[in-house]
Each structure stands twice: as structure tokens, then as C-alpha cells.
């Protein structure tokens, strides 16, 4: 059993729209003699004892017996791999319920995929998964729990902690997208311009001087001291004099803490003896060079939350405990408390497991036991001097019974320190007496304070804590998201692009946009190459200028990990023909539509697919969509534009020589398509199609027709503005077009445009992208022959894996095959292939430069011009 191929998926993709986040496994199965599970005795009980869990396992689908029974009956060991990646997820506190496995074109070979919360987690599921089943087959013993600690250590790196995940899910229930930023808890949620941005409870609203008095406890205590809160009394100590005459003037119990610390650690509560003291004063000294020395205040401890300066809920908080039954251990009882299954490892779920360590041991022997001790019923053992969720305490929802002076205390101490989101520790006897009268007091004040005790306490009534943050971060009425208009198809994405863009530009958006050249941000190249995945869409997404997206969106990235978005509002197909078949398992048209399709099935149900309606693959694609639909056609008499617009439906044409938009009954003419400099005075056929999809999102996106119109008219094709797509140089006797067509459909459509072109000799340069079929090179040749009466092959310097006559001998045979009487030349490099024509130009000729290198290629043909011009001036 062998890897062959291992893909993330990040965002909707080709195998699922509705699970962006899924893991593709491509798995040989060539070494198994066995192909079934049925094949292996006792496989489905080794497999059973192994992970009773599954017995759960497509239980929901109402399959008897569930997955065990598929196993016993015979299933294939791709099947099993996907079911164990999924239960090693569920069982690491990770829970992800999809999966598929199906045979692949390769014989032997399976795609097995699954989804995953955390994608290091996923990844690491998926190598465990086929390890484990090879050794199930073969019948060796496997160390699971190596795994299973290994992802419990990933998910407490990685994974979302309990806080986080409450506000990013507040969030997406409202329609909020969400980025994560680093590996760790810093998220964006809103796009663009809009953004906002957490890490945990801090917001971007969090003041930086109000942390660091949070942090600061004794400036703290100052503050609240000064306007009347009560505060313990106490001082901060250096050294272990200064500790003996804080003693003095304070006197037992007293509390030692580290001076900036957090989450209690280094705390010891109720010391009642010098040697004590000085043990809480060595241990707080391990966080902080200052250590906090003030009375004990008895009673329980509360967390009263403040959001956005209101109370939103309270907290009793209880420290880690067992109660004794006379008979257990105290650590039999610690066991028999973590089996509880609210219990699990750091903040997997909603408790966390109870840890005997060292401050355990420490307060058990201030009590004269140990954990072998048995206590007598009833007796309640304290195991932490804290009462922290994630040292393994509980909570108890007290917000109704808060005393409504408390609550006023804790909204004014949230705006003393300053802070957006508040947690204030409290030690009372009864949260329902004012603060005053019960001889409590404000022990802390914390920036950042965890919601896990307010969202999922251990007794009373869960609340929704999340919802005040994402209200203080987004008000009603006050957007999320930016404008998404995503492009595909096989050839005119990236013309159609910016085409868009510099028609959003001219409404006075600040737009960022992606295309196969590069990323743009308010028209400033910022990443040179090809940018159409979604590390590139997040790019955009995640500047703070912009504020509308034009997103080129290219098979690669779709197939590599997903989009880089869960939604947009429009998504346009221009067309779809055969290009980069055969590669990443895509060999048939019909897959290749499958891929572009994800683009319309992830558009906002509010929002347009924009499709090609002369185009059967594109058309197709309309059906089972969630969201509308308009189409575009260069025929205004097409059959499914007429049965479209009839039905109320919006389209675009071509019709009677005008770019005109259908919206019922009516016809709305926008412009002229001799006058569109794109169109090469309407000789450009192919970029009609182009325009007309650009126009569709410039009128759903409510551009005046006029505003439209103009838009057309300034944006004139050039080596600036459309850098390789139609750039046009006129010679004193020649002509010269660049062009980025690598395929058979993008040579066809420009063949269109030279066809048009009344000259006397057609020259071509022309080559096979290495990662084609040999039939595509062949086809390519076969197609230059009937539009060029010259073609010069050449080769890209990078030939993917072929050799040069694997190339080239299919073109040229292509070439043979449709005209042998064409002149044909090989020259390998680019740059003399094009250095060749132009010395060679016949007067009144043509030469159509299908380029690799855009930019080297266009300063070629310029500094050619420029010599040419010279020798006219001097003539």
C-alpha cells in the first residue's frame, strides 16, 4: 500500500463543494494479494477491537450494522483507510464526519478522501490511517496510542482553542467569512477593507495600555482601589525579606502570585505559615520577578464577563476536586473523575482532565495525605490551589443572581482599565450580595479571559458570550465582506479580469484582482507570476485597502487546494475546452467542466453565475444551482437565451453589431462594438465573448449602463494594460501581435482575428506547453497550418518533464498532416525565433508571436520598432 498522492484542500474544490476542508489521498494497492477485507481472517475483529468507535460509522445513512458490517461482508482496504483517518480525528477531540473512496483511471489505484478540522491533523490521519491498516492486514501488533497522543498534540497546537472557536462560529452563523492568519489563534474575519481581526478574546478594539494595566496587577489595584472598588490589601515583594515584612504588616492567610502572571500559574491561595510562604514565593518567582503578597479573602471564586462595557455573564469557579467514598484511593478517585466524558486533554472538550503534579502532591502532603490516601465519605480534596478550567476546575453559570451593584461594579472596572473584553475575578461568599456588604473583593482583572466556562459550564445555563464580541466588531448594518467576482474558463479569464477590474476601478473602488500575471492591488503589481489559487485570492482578501475582489480563478489551484474563499457573489465561466487534459487525474472535458463548475456552485444563493450559453459544457453547469443565473451568447437568436430571458431570466448579446443586455422584455444597448478598442474594431471576436460576461457583473453589480460604456471605451489593449493578450505593434510594413495563446482553442480564437487581417504572408511562432498530451501538441500544429502560411516552432525553456522531440515531433507531424506545403522552421530558443521573423518580415505580412516569456518578449518586438522607426526617420 503506497501514497502516490497526497493533496489539502482549503477551500470548495472539485471533489466537494460543500466540504472545503478534506483531504485527497491518492493510494495504490498494487503490493495487496487480498484485494477485499472479507479476503483476511479475523480482519473485521482486529479492526473492531481496534476502533470500537466505528460502530457509529454510517450508522446515520441507516446501513445495518454501520461500517463493521460493510468490512465483514468485503470491502475494499482504501475504504477501511478513510474510516480509520476519520476515527483517529474523532478520537483526538477532532470530529469529521465525510469521506469517499472510489477506484481512480490507474488500476489498483484509489482516491480516498476525508475531511479534517486541523489540516497538520488530517495530513498526519491520513499516514497513520495506511499504517495501521497494513498492519492490520498483516496481522502485527501497532502502538495506536502513539498516534492518538501525536494528534492530541497537534490539535492543542493548532487546533482553534475553546474562545476562538466560539467567535469564529458566532461569526460564520451570520454570513462573516473568516482567515486564519497564523498557526495559532489570529483570525480576520471580514474581508478587505472591512476586516476585523481577534487572537483569542483580544480584538483589534483592544486597547494596548489597557493590557498592559491588566497585566500590571499592582497599577491594577491602584486604579480600582482609587474609585472605590475593594481590593485585598497587599504589596509586591523582590526578595524573601521584603516577603517576611509583608507578612508582618499583613499577616496570615495571605495569597502569593507572580506579579504578571496569567491563568494562575504560580499562584498559592490560603498560606497560613512562614516555610509556606516562602515555597509560594520560590514558585511565583519562576513567571515574574515581582511577587504579589495580599490577604486571602475567603469565600468562592466568580469570573464576572464584561463585553463592549456591558455584563454579559458570570461564573462560579471551583477548583479541581474529588469527593472521598471511604473505600478509593485518591488517586483512584482522580481516575475515576477524568472518565467522566465531559473530561478530555487540554481544550478538547469541556472540562479538562484532572494532572497530579507536583502543586497537586505539594497541597495533598499540607494535608497530611498523598494519592494512595483514602479519604472518608463526603470529604471533599481540593487538587489545585486554582480554579482554572484548564487546570482541571468546573463552572457554575451564576449570571442571573449577580446583585445588580456587582454588576455596575464590573461594568465600571471594565472601563477603569479600559478593556473591551473583561474578565474580573471576584472572591465573594454570595455573588448575590453587593460586593461590600458580603467583605468580598476584586482580585483580578484579566485581558483575554477565556470563554469556556461561560459557553460550556459544568452546571447551569450555557451563554452565547460570542455574540456581544462579533456585535462590538460588526454592528447591524455595518459590513462584513467585499464584492467577490471570480473568473474562470479555458481561454479569456484573465482578459475578462481585468477588464472587470479596471471597470470596478472606474467606479472608484479600491480594487485587488488576480490573474495569471500576477497580483494586483489598486492597479500596483505586487506578486509577479501566476496567481490564480488561493493563496493568491486570500492575498487580496486580506489587504486592508481593498474593497471589491476580481478574482481569475485557474483548474491548477482548484485541483491543488480549493478557493481560497468559501463564497462569491458572482462567478463567470467563460467557456471550457481541452487544455492541461490528462493531468491531476483530469482526462475528459466533462471532468475538466466538473472543475471549472465549482466556481457557479460557490456562488452566494443572492448572487449570478454568469455562463456562456453557446458553450454546451458552460450552459450545463446552470443546473441544480443555488443562486441565479444570467447568460451571454454572441447569438442573440440562440434557443436557451430566448427560453432564458422569457422566463424573466438576464442575458447579454451580441446583436446587430452592439454589446446589448436582455432583461425581460426589454433591450438595453450598451455600446457599439466597433467602438470598444478591445474588440480591434469587432475583428476580435472571441474578446465580444469577454466583454459581454465583463458587462453581465458590471450591471449586476448596479453599474450605470453609461458608467459601463465607459469602462469599455478606456480600456485600451496594450502591453501595460493587457501585458500577452492581443498586444498589437504596427511596423512601417508589417504587423505584430503577442500573445499568451497556449492551447488549441486560444491559437483557433486569435486564428480568428489573423484571418481578418488583410495581408499577404501569415507568419506564426508557435510551441507545446511539456505538460500536454501528444495529441495536443499535434492538434496545435494541425491548427497553425490552416491559419499560417509560415511557422517557426519553438520550445519553453521549461519542458515539464518531456523531451524536445516529444514536443516538437507531434507538432510538426501535425503540421504535415494538414498542409505539407507550408514553410516550417525549428528554432528552439524564443527569443531568435522572434529575433528570426522580424529580421525575415515580408512587406505587408503578419507575425503572431505566441509567447512563454510575456515581458522579454514584448521588449523584443519594442526595441525592434524602435530601430525600425530610427531607420524611417533617417530615410
Known amino acids: 500500500m503506497k501514497i502516490v498522492d497526497l493533496r489539502v484542500m482549503r477551500g470548495p474544490n472539485y471533489w466537494s463543494v ?8 491518492k493510494l495504490a494497492l498494487e503490493d495487496l494479494s487480498q484485494k477485499l477485507t472479507s479476503d483476511i481472517p479475523n480482519f473485521y475483529n482486529r479492526l473492531q477491537r481496534m476502533f470500537p468507535g466505528m460502530i457509529s460509522h454510517r450508522a446515520s445513512e441507516g446501513v445495518e450494522g454501520g461500517f463493521f458490517r460493510s468490512v465483514e461482508e468485503g470491502t475494499s482496504f482504501g475504504h477501511v483507510v478513510q474510516h480509520i483517518a476519520l476515527e483517529l480525528q474523532t478520537m483526538a477531540g477532532m470530529d469529521s464526519g465525510f469521506g469517499r473512496c472510489y477506484p481512480t483511471r490507474e488500476e489498483d489505484e484509489l482516491y480516498v478522501i476525508f475531511s479534517y478540522q486541523e489540516e497538520r491533523a488530517g495530513e498526519y490521519a491520513a499516514y497513520a490511517a495506511v499504517r495501521i491498516t497494513e498492519a492490520l492486514v498483516k496481522g502485527e501488533k501497532y502502538r495506536l496510542w502513539d498516534d492518538l497522543d501525536r494528534l492530541h498534540q497537534i490539535r492543542e497546537d493548532e487546533y482553534f482553542g475553546p474562545s476562538t472557536y466560539a467567535i ?24 478587505g477593507k472591512h476586516q476585523k481581526r481577534i487572537q483569542a478574546t483580544l480584538t483589534c478594539r483592544t486597547a494596548c495600555f489597557a493590557v498592559e494595566i491588566a497585566g500590571d496587577k499592582n497599577a491594577t489595584k491602584d486604579l480600582l482601589k482609587d474609585a472605590g472598588i475593594p481590593v485585598p490589601q497587599g504589596t509586591t515583594v523582590y526578595s524573601q525579606e521584603e516577603l517576611r515584612r509583608a507578612i508582618t504588616w499583613l499577616g496570615f492567610p495571605i495569597v502569593t502570585k ?7 500559574k504560580g499562584a498559592s491561595i490560603n498560606i ?15 513567571y515574574s520577578s515581582g511577587v504579589i503578597v495580599e490577604q486571602y479573602i475567603t469565600g468562592y471564586d466568580f469570573r464576572l464577563l464584561v463585553i463592549n462595557g456591558k455584563f454579559v455573564a458570570a461564573a462560579k469557579r471551583t477548583p479541581a476536586m474529588v469527593v472521598g467514598d471511604g473505600v478509593s484511593t485518591i488517586k483512584q478517585l482522580i481516575d475515576k473523575e477524568n472518565k467522566d466524558p465531559r473530561r478530555g486533554i487540554g481544550h478538547e472538550k469541556v472540562l479538562t482532565k484532572i494532572k497530579i503534579d507536583s502543586h497537586t502532591k505539594a497541597l495533598l502532603k499540607q494535608m497530611g495525605l498523598t494519592t494512595q490516601s483514602v479519604v472518608p465519605a463526603g470529604q471533599e480534596i481540593y487538587l489545585k490551589s486554582t480554579a482554572n478550567i484548564s487546570t482541571g476546575g468546573t463552572a457554575t453559570d451564576v449570571t442571573d443572581l449577580v446583585d445588580p451593584y456587582n454588576i455596575l461594579m464590573a461594568e465600571r472596572i471594565a472601563g477603569i482599565v479600559g478593556l473591551d473584553v473583561c474578565g474580573i475575578d471576584v472572591m465573594t461568599t454570595d455573588i448575590a450580595i453587593p460586593l461590600n456588604e458580603a467583605r468580598g473583593a476584586v482580585l483580578e482583572v484579566n485581558a483575554a479571559p477565556g470563554f469556556r466556562m461561560h459557553i460550556s459550564p459544568t452546571f447551569g445555563l450555557p451563554r452565547n458570550v460570542a455574540e456581544p464580541v462579533v456585535d462590538m466588531l460588526f454592528p447591524h448594518g455595518q459590513p462584513a465582506r467585499i464584492p467577490i467576482i471570480a473568473v474562470t474558463g479555458t481561454n479569456g479569464k484573465t482578459t475578462t479580469t481585468r477588464l472587470i477590474a479596471h471597470m470596478v476601478k472606474h467606479k472608484g473602488y479600491q480594487v485587488g484582482y488576480t490573474t495569471t500575471d500576477g497580483i494586483y492591488i489598486q492597479d500596483k503589481l505586487l506578486v ?16 486592508p485597502t481593498v474593497n471589491f475582489a476580481v478574482l481569475e480563478c485557474a483548474r491548477g489551484g482548484l485541483l491543488r487546494s480549493g478557493l481560497g474563499f468559501q463564497q462569491c457573489d458572482i462567478g463567470i465561466v467563460t467557456n471550457v475546452s481541452a487544455d492541461h487534459l490528462g493531468l491531476r487525474d483530469i482526462h475528459t472535458l466533462e471532468e475538466l467542466a466538473q472543475v471549472k463548475a465549482v466556481i457557479p456552485k460557490s456562488v452566494r444563493p443572492d448572487g449570478y453565475a454568469v455562463l456562456n450559453a453557446d458553450d454546451d459544457l458552460v450552459y450545463a453547469m446552470a443546473d441544480g444551482l443555488q443562486c441565479k443565473v444570467a447568460l451571454f451568447s454572441m447569438d442573440e437568436s440562440n434557443p436557451r437565451i430566448l427560453k432564458h430571458i422569457a422566463k424573466g431570466g438576464l442575458a447579454a448579446v451580441f446583436e446587430n453589431g452592439y454589446i446589448s443586455i436582455f432583461k425581460n422584455s426589454y433591450k438595453l444597448r450598451v455600446d457599439r462594438v466597433g467602438d470598444v478598442p478591445l474588440t480591434f474594431g469587432g475583428r476580435a471576436r472571441f474578446n ?24 469599455l471605451r478606456t480600456f485600451i489593449p496594450s502591453p501595460a494594460k493587457t501585458p500577452g493578450r492581443m498586444n498589437l505593434f504596427r511596423f512601417p510594413h508589417f504587423e505584430v501581435l503577442v500573445d499568451y495563446a497556449h492551447n488549441v482553442g486560444g491559437l483557433k480564437a486569435v486564428g480568428d482575428f489573423i484571418n481578418s487581417q488583410e495581408s499577404s504572408w501569415k507568419v506564426g511562432i508557435i510551441a507545446g506547453v511539456g505538460d500536454r498530451r501528444t495529441e495536443d501538441f499535434y492538434d496545435l500544429g494541425f491548427a497553425a497550418a490552416h491559419i499560417f502560411d509560415e511557422i517557426i516552432v519553438r520550445l519553453d525553456s521549461d519542458l515539464r518533464g518531456k523531451k524536445p522531440d516529444e514536443i516538437t515531433g507531434p507538432i510538426l507531424q501535425g503540421i504535415e498532416d494538414a498542409d505539407s506545403s507550408r514553410k516550417v522552421s525549428l528554432i ?3 527569443m531568435r525565433a522572434i529575433a528570426y521573423a522580424l529580421e525575415h518580415a515580408k512587406p ?13 518578449s514584448v521588449k523584443m518586438v519594442e526595441h525592434f520598432k524602435v530601430i525600425q522607426d530610427r531607420k524611417m526617420l533617417v530615410e
Request: zero cysteines; hydrophobic letters at 35%.
Open 18 to 25: 460543500k466540504h472545503p476542508k478534506i483531504i485527497v489521498l
Open 168 to 191: 469564529v462560529s458566532e461569526a460564520v452563523s451570520r454570513g462573516i467569512p473568516y482567515i486564519r492568519l497564523d498557526r495559532h489563534s489570529l483570525i480576520q474575519l471580514g474581508y
Open 688 to 711: 465580444i465573448e469577454n466583454i459581454l460576461a465583463a458587462t453581465l457583473a458590471g450591471y449586476i453589480s448596479h453599474f450605470e449602463i453609461e458608467d459601463i460604456k465607459t469602462a
Open 844 to 856: 505587408d505580412s503578419f507575425i503572431a508571436v505566441f509567447t512563454e516569456d510575456i515581458t522579454e
Open 258 to 264: 507572580p506579579l504578571d502572571g496569567h491563568h494562575g
Open 528 to 543: 509577479k507570476g501566476d496567481t490564480t489559487g488561493s493563496y493568491s485570492a486570500e492575498f487580496v482578501l486580506k489587504d
Open 272 to 286: 497560613t505559615n512562614l516555610n509556606d510562604a516562602r515555597k509560594g514565593f520560590t514558585e511565583a518567582q519562576k
Open 828 to 830: 528552439p530558443e524564443e
